[in-house]
């Protein structure tokens, strides 16, 4: 059951972002922060960690997961810390992430060519 509600959730984040896309003229940049931001207010409610039990693995995949993990690693850490913890803790869970992006996008400019 587990799978079925993992491959529901990417299919209904990726089918309203497709909606979006089409009937806006927001640009593939707004729609990521668009989901970036209501994952991390999904999360602020307490929305996103019952999402995540229902939908395992799948519901931690999407865009919104990010914003989830953002906020998540802000509110622990502000909880043991206080305030300084909000920016400490906002990248506590997401370093892994953030720095394989960037390495991997340098490793990659360097072995392709540009299109000018």
Not at 81 to 97: H, K, Q, S, V
Request: glycine share 12%; with cysteine; net charge negative.
């Amino acid at each position: 059951m587990i799978y079925l509600g993992s491959f529901l959730y990417c299919g209904i984040v990726c089918m309203i972002s497709q909606i979006i896309l089409d009937n806006t003229n927001l640009t593939p940049g707004h729609v990521t922060s668009l989901f970036v931001v209501i994952g991390g207010f999904l999360d602020i409610f307490g929305i996103y960690d019952k999402i995540v039990l229902y939908c395992g693995a799948g519901a931690l995949v999407p865009i919104t997961s990010f914003g989830h993990l953002l906020v998540h690693g802000a509110m622990d850490m502000a909880g043991d810390i206080g305030i300084m913890g909000l920016t400490m803790g906002a990248f506590n869970l997401t370093a892994a992430g953030i720095t394989v992006a960037i390495f991997l996008s340098f490793v990659l400019a360097l072995i392709f060519k540009p299109k000018h």
